[in-house]
C-alpha cells in the first residue's frame, strides 16, 4: 500500500511559478513509478510528467517540456512537481499517483495503483 498526499497548490498569476510536492507512505514508495497528472473542468484526466524509481529516467507532455520538471527524493519519500512560466490553461486539479511494474504504460491514467486526493492549481490572466 501506497498513500499520497500532494500540497503545493494555490493561485498564482500568469508566469509566475509553484512547486507541488507529493508526500507518500508506505514500504513501497522507492520502487513505484511516480507520475503527476492533471483534470481541468469537463476535460479528461492528462498526463504531466512521471519519473523512475531512481529518479534517473523522467517522462514529460510534449507540450510541457522545459516549463515544468519532475524530481523526487526516496530519502523523503517525496515527490515534486517544478512549474515555471505558469498559463491559465495550467489550471486544473494536479494529482500525484505511483505505478508499480516499471515505466511501460506511464501515460495512461489507469495503470496507476495509487493515487493522491488532489490539490488545486489556478492561474488567473
Known amino acids: 500500500q501506497v498513500q499520497l498526499v500532494e500540497s503545493g497548490g494555490g493561485l498564482v498569476q500568469a508566469g509566475g511559478s509553484l512547486r507541488l510536492s507529493c508526500a507518500a507512505s508506505?514500504?513501497?514508495?522507492?520502487?513505484?513509478?511516480m507520475g503527476w497528472f492533471r483534470q481541468a473542468p469537463r476535460k479528461e484526466r492528462e498526463f504531466v510528467a512521471a519519473?523512475?524509481?531512481?529518479?534517473?529516467?523522467?517522462f514529460y507532455a510534449d507540450s510541457l517540456k522545459g516549463r515544468f520538471t519532475i524530481s523526487r527524493d526516496n530519502a523523503k519519500n517525496t515527490v515534486y512537481l517544478q512549474m515555471n512560466g505558469l498559463k491559465p490553461e495550467d489550471t486544473a486539479v494536479y494529482y500525484c499517483?505511483?505505478?508499480?511494474?516499471?515505466?511501460?504504460?506511464?501515460?495512461?491514467?489507469?495503470?496507476?495503483?495509487?493515487w493522491g486526493q488532489g490539490t488545486q492549481v489556478t492561474v488567473s490572466s
Open positions: 519519473i523512475s524509481w531512481s529518479g534517473g529516467t523522467t
Open positions: 508506505g514500504r513501497t514508495f522507492s520502487s513505484n513509478l
Open positions: 499517483a505511483a505505478k508499480s511494474g516499471g515505466s511501460l504504460g506511464y501515460r495512461d491514467p489507469r495503470l496507476y495503483n495509487y
